[in-house]
């Protein structure tokens, strides 16, 4: 970029000054020379290369000041440092590092990209947002420069659409399927899901409803906030989804922003008894690195369960955690999954540069012929250089692996890293709880994932277990995931005061107050609920007379009381103003209606029509009597004689014709209905 903009400069120059031109050009020159010795990546593709390189340069791109961007950076400074001494791996080249912080802005991010992409970067570690992912993955599909993503975990990121993008770390599509492991697990019907309304939070909603789906739940209710939105927007949010049945919710939101959302639900009282909270892999990112465990915020957040990335304990990892403390010095906050992810991210580029070295492969860059002729503009995109091994070096990267920090680093052909699994954690106390296990391979299992890859997979629902857990409020219960629409307020039940057959339904001195046979099956029917019904029966009537059942049944249907029990009758103009239960009880009450007897007459079969369709019939007949005599009475034998004789004839004929055409039209209709059929065959198959 340097250059091309002392290149431009010099042309504006060069009327005016001629002197001022050579001085530029000298300092061009230098520039080139100086560029060309200092970054060993500058363009020399017409001589193939025998010896390596001193030096490849890689870029990264995250934002250095978020939760994930802090446990990234010394993660990745440390790996490099690793490689650089490891004599095995890129003998004689050293790893260099460009770093770019993208700020947490999606312009910013897409321009600090772009710039990166202006040094002739080999490879990029990066980005972390997802947004700026699916941007920057186009740049970097024309420029051949593979995007080593340890942080973009939108599952709409795809290898198809974007070749260049591998994804170090796994994408929430899993962390989305074993949620909806856990809905299962725990027999709940509907979630809520609250998220951020941007790729990363759209793009795992949307996976998350598939997931349920397939389990016959569902998300009821979305509700996204702005990235960034106000205290007074989230609060209102809650406020909304709190008046909702389903007490399930799912939180997929930023680690930088989400703790907010819990300290403005307990401010709800929505932290409560109850209530289910479970958070992807962002909260226990946020929490894994705060400096000091922050007892305050712990107390918000007991209850909730959360994931987070499995990574298995290995002696690597385990002296990793111990390096942490003297790679951050400043803090003791162990590092989350997503460091792992980048510093295992920088392991994987270097050994697929080494590969690639050792092939002879050169590290060159050549025009874009697509951006040569973008010059117009002062923004120079034309400084951006295509790399010639991009091709080979994105295949060495995919067929790499090794173990890492986070466990096996090898990808799939759907280029997912092989065997996601998640920790199933329980927020309680000052830390958490691990309950559990996710594995793609056999769901939930309270034993590491890695001793059941040697199984077949066994995802039968006995199989799937997890620790017990303890509930917001304390509840060691397994919340039952929904409320009664009037936020648990006991059920209103309204009965009638009878003051005639009181087997049926009565007042009672004693608690609850009504007793009789309807009561009895009503309380019998709800001992077989899996949850407890409050309710509490109201009555309806002075105790003088038996109340008005159409009073009892506009009560219920103008929503005065939940529900009414009692021997109430279903009619047809009550069932269209309120639902019944099924019939328990045979009314025995029986219509009785007066029969008239009807006088048999021998001209009961004249009754099938009226007077004036046998007219018309007769008319009919006659008719065509007359119709036939005149063609045939010239030429036919039969029609001539005395006019006794030929009436007869012409009787009988009109009669065959009329036998004739009742068979015909019986033939033609089954005609027709084979045809109907032969149709729909060719419709279905047509369909099918
Ligand atoms: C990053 O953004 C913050 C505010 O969003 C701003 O104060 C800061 O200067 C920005 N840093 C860079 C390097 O652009
Ligand atoms: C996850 O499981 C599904 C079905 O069990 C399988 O098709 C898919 O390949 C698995 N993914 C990974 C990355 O193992
Ligand atoms: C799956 O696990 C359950 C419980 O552990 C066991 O009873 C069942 O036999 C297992 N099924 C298979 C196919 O291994
Ligand atoms: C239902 O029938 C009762 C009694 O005949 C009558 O008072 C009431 O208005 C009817 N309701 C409706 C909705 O038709």
Known sequence: MEVALRANRSFLFMRRTPCLLLGTCLWLVMGILADAAG??????SSLPSLSRPSAVTIGSLFTQDSVIGRAARPAIKAAID????????LAGTELKLLEYDTNCSGFLGTVEALQLMENDVVVAIGPQSSGIAHVISHVVNE???PLLSFGATDPNLSPLQYPYFIRTTQSDSFQMYAIADLVEHYEWREVVAIFVDDDYGRGGVSVLGDALANKRSKISYKAPFTPGASESAIKEL??????LESRVYVVHVNPDTGLQIFSIANSLGMMAGSYVWIATDWLPSALDLS????????????????????????????SFLSRWKSLKSETTATPNSYALYAYDSVWLAARALDTFLSEGGNISFSDDAKLV?????????????????????LQLLLTTNFTGLSGEIQFNPERDLIHPALDVLNIGGTGSRRIGYWSNYSGLSVVPPETLYDKPPNRSASSQTLYSAIWPGEMTLKPRGWVFPNNGKPLQIVVPNRVSYKQFVAKDKNPPGVKGFCIDIFEAALTLLP?????????????KSNPTYNDLVYAVAEEKFDAAVGDIAIVTNRTKVVDFTQPYMESGLLVVVPVKKEKSSPWAFLKPFSLPMWCVTGAFFLSVGAVVWILEHRLNPEFRGSPRQQLITVFWLVCLIHLKREHCEHLGTVGVDHMALRGTDNQLKLHG
């Open 531 to 543: 949850y407890p019904v409050p309710h509490v029966y109201i009555l309806l009537g002075d105790g």
């Open 39 to 44: 970054n060993s990546s500058s363009n020399s």
């Open 143 to 145: 420029l051949h420069v």
């Open 82 to 89: 690793d490689v650089n001494k490891d004599s095995s791996i």
């Open 238 to 243: 809650l406020v909304g989804v709190n008046n």
């Open 373 to 393: 002729g973008l010059n117009r503009s002062a923004l120079s995109f034309s400084t951006l250089r295509v790399f010639d091994g991009g091709t080979r070096l």
């Open 291 to 318: 400096d000091t465990v922050d007892t305050e915020r712990m107390n918000l957040l007991q209850g909730v369960i959360a994931l987070r990335h499995y990574t298995p304990d290995s002696s690597t990892k385990k």
